[in-house]
């Protein structure tokens, strides 16, 4: 398939993150991080993050498949905890270093572009431990003090840099942020809400940081970008999509692109009744560490209707209902097939940020597979890819500056909240929830339309 209107050079790739594919959980002195927490207390129900697809000890291998597929680029993260265990330590861990100069020399010798996500989930446990994590002000100086690791070892070497995945995420599933979900709705949001703020200024300076010393890097956030659509005609459903776009994944952008904290952000905390503690410099921050790119995770659009008994004072989550459209198809995990939502997001996008690059760092289809005969027929995933690379290229076509299209996820990998039969990869991995079996990787047949959509539009 050709798709007409992309760019020359344009970085065809795909994405995982290091919690879910690496494994070699406390290998070659790793730490624990709070992802591990979280998936052990389902390891009965679950693959945890123990050993998951075992990419630290494969990923000769992995790489030579990116290679054969035709990828450009490759959208992974870090773990923090394999560079400071306990987050808190005064030298950086040479074994952890070591995986990922040897990771990310071998993109490079095999012409791949690193895209380093530098947090991705995965905050060292010592750090909730000894003070809570995000929640205190003193995240923001661990955060800064490995981001400087980062771009001491490998910013000559890394052109691509994307500080914090799905901020967003972590603030509405707090226990990913270390917080006691059984406390109550306002000390629990009021936690989480403080971390967020913590994140802006620590990425902030990490924005900063990186572009006074490697002026021609690019550095973003990747933003959980859902494209929200009223389920009726009516103005106030029209009113209730946009408020939850805008809270959601439009206030993250604003913060790292214009370095300003949305009114509409300020005043649904205030209905909360949630206090943030800023410094008299916080805002000054914020205004002189912008991002220069932003990558943004789209699956699918978000259908929702404003519930007609609410009060306009409840919190936006409780002043709205999320629908199903029976009329599109759906993953068994309940997200939608709607392609051409993906051109209509990127054109707002263009509308509020004009030219900044973008680079998509998320985007997949989910199922259930068997492997038959050392084969996965996922046809499924095969249309989903084309639809929505048909739609990326019409938005380019109009204008927005997509630069990257890294589906979620290059191989099979760990689900945050379903294990490993929720499978999203090019790549068959022989594991099952339980057994490891033989780690073999098997191409499905979504990589050799991948392989082909990548040959023919260079």
Known sequence: MIYKGLPKNFLWGASTSAFQVEGAYQTDGKGLSIADKRSFKKSDQQLDTKVTVDHYNHWREDVALMKEMGMKSYRFSISWPRIFPNGDEVKPNQAGLKFYHNLIDSLIENEIEPIVTMYHFDQPYGLIEKYGGWVSRKSVSDFIRYAQCL???????????LTINEQAVLVVAPDMLGIDLTL?????????????????????????????????????????????????????????AKELEDFYSFAQMEVSIRGEIPIYFKNELSKMGINIRMTSEDEHILREGTANYIGINWYCTTIVEAKVDSSQNDFIFKRIERVRDNELKYTDWGWNFDPVGL????????????????VITECGWSQEEQLVNGKVNDQMRIKYLDKHIEQM??????????ISFNPWSFIDLLSVGDGMEKRYGMVYVDRSNFEEKTMKRYKKDSFYFYQDVIGKNQ
């Not at 967020?196 to 620590?202: G, L, Q, R, S, T």
């Open 393 to 402: 290229s019409l938005a380019i076509g109009d204008g927005v500056n997509v």
């Open 151 to 161: 771009f001491d070892e490998f910013g000559s070497k890394v052109n691509y840099w």
């Open 184 to 240: 109550p709705d306002k000390e629990r949001y009021q936690k989480a809400f403080q971390a967020n703020h913590h994140m802006w200024i620590a990425q902030a300076e990490v924005f900063k940081m990186c572009k006074d010393r490697f002026p021609k890097s690019k550095i973003g956030p990747a933003v959980s970008y859902i494209t929200t659509l009223p389920a009726s005609k009516k103005s106030y459903d029209l009113m209730a």
């Open 343 to 358: 051109r209509y997001g990127l054109r707002q996008l263009m509308d509020r940020y004009e030219d900044i690059p973008i």
